[in-house]
């Protein structure tokens, strides 16, 4: 090998490791400064959309027009994970019997082992943009077998075509693809995972509810769907109780 050659091969071995350390440390000092702006959130109330997160807040449903919740509960889950997938119409048909008195915040918190975690959340970020976010969660949860081990163009076609679903074909094709793989959206997301990873989330579904994590998974009863419900109906009865209590008091 010539004198030179090997110069310019050492040379750019040396530049492909210089620019390899400068990233890791760039990306250290975004992390650092992403944590230090997490400590600056109170989690248990509504993150309204800011530089932190792309510009998009909270997730809420089970609201209904006119009437302000009383009770919220903060959820962290991933849409690829199976007990979310499972307890997500359980929790949906919860808050149907509050009309509007309860409601739940949902945040993204993905798991390091579920493939396609970060793609769904993302696609439901982009679908939210256009103001489907609800319709669309509720979509890929309920039909997670069909995506969950989907890769490449295979995946963004289902992902596309669940869109297609819950715009009735009137939501913007194109620009929810290019939302899915916007920066806005993948600051969205980590910023969701970020939230849950300060309160120690370890698994999903987990729920949250005046600072404190309700142990629902603690209680066998809690595991069939009756249960399920009935737990939470309880729980937040007793919030709401607690609430007019207060009211009365005052």
Same mark, same amino acid.
């Given at each position: 090998?010539?004198?030179? $050659?090997?110069?310019?091969? +050492?040379?750019?071995?040396?530049?492909?490791?210089?620019?390899?350390?400068?990233?890791?440390?760039?990306?250290? &000092?975004?992390?650092?400064?992403?944590?230090?702006?997490?400590?600056?959130?109170?989690?248990?109330?509504?993150?309204?959309?800011?530089?932190?997160?792309?510009?998009?807040?909270?997730?809420?449903?089970?609201?209904?027009?006119?009437?302000? *919740?009383?009770?919220?509960?903060? &959820?962290?889950?991933?849409?690829?994970? *199976?007990?979310?997938? $499972?307890?997500? *119409?359980? +929790?949906?048909? !919860?808050?149907?019997?509050?009309?509007?008195?309860?409601?739940? !915040?949902?945040?993204?918190?993905?798991?390091?082992?579920?493939?396609?975690?970060?793609?769904?959340?993302?696609?439901?970020?982009?679908?939210?943009?256009?103001?489907?976010?609800?319709?669309?969660?509720?979509?890929?949860?309920?039909?997670?077998?069909?995506? &969950?081990?989907?890769?490449?163009?295979?995946?963004?076609?289902?992902?596309?075509?669940?869109?297609?679903?819950?715009?009735?074909?009137?939501?913007? &094709? $194109?620009?929810?693809?290019?939302?899915?793989?916007?920066?806005?959206?993948?600051?969205?997301?980590?910023?969701?995972?970020?939230?849950?990873?300060?309160?120690? !989330?370890?698994?999903? *579904?987990?729920?949250?509810?005046?600072?404190?994590?309700?142990?629902?998974?603690?209680?066998?009863?809690?595991?069939?769907?009756?249960?399920?419900?009935?737990?939470?109906?309880?729980?937040?009865?007793?919030?709401?109780?607690?609430? $007019?209590?207060?009211?009365?008091?005052?």
């Amino acid at each position: 090998m010539k004198r030179s $050659t090997l110069i310019i091969i +050492i040379s750019l071995v040396v530049a492909f490791i210089g620019i390899g350390i400068f990233v890791s440390m760039r990306n250290s &000092e975004e992390k650092e400064k992403q944590n230090a702006a997490i400590e600056e959130y109170d989690l248990y109330s509504i993150i309204e959309g800011d530089e932190n997160n792309g510009g998009i807040g909270d997730h809420i449903k089970g609201t209904v027009e006119g009437v302000e *919740p009383e009770v919220y509960i903060y &959820e962290y889950a991933d849409y690829q994970c *199976p007990g979310c997938a $499972t307890t997500n *119409p359980w +929790i949906n048909e !919860v808050l149907e019997s509050f009309n509007g008195k309860a409601a739940i !915040v949902y945040r993204s918190f993905l798991l390091s082992y579920h493939q396609n975690g970060r793609a769904a959340a993302s696609a439901a970020e982009a679908a939210g943009l256009q103001d489907y976010w609800k319709e669309y969660a509720n979509l890929l949860f309920a039909n997670q077998s069909e995506w &969950e081990y989907l890769s490449g163009a295979g995946r963004k076609e289902k992902f596309v075509e669940y869109f297609k679903t819950v715009s009735g074909g009137a939501g913007d &094709e $194109t620009q929810f693809v290019k939302d899915m793989s916007s920066s806005e959206v993948s600051a969205k997301v980590s910023f969701d995972c970020a939230l849950g990873k300060r309160i120690a !989330v370890s698994a999903t *579904p987990a729920f949250y509810m005046d600072g404190e994590e309700i142990k629902w998974v603690d209680d066998e009863s809690a595991a069939t769907k009756s249960g399920f419900i009935s737990y939470f109906k309880k729980l937040i009865e007793k919030k709401l109780g607690e609430k $007019t209590e207060t009211a009365r008091a005052e």
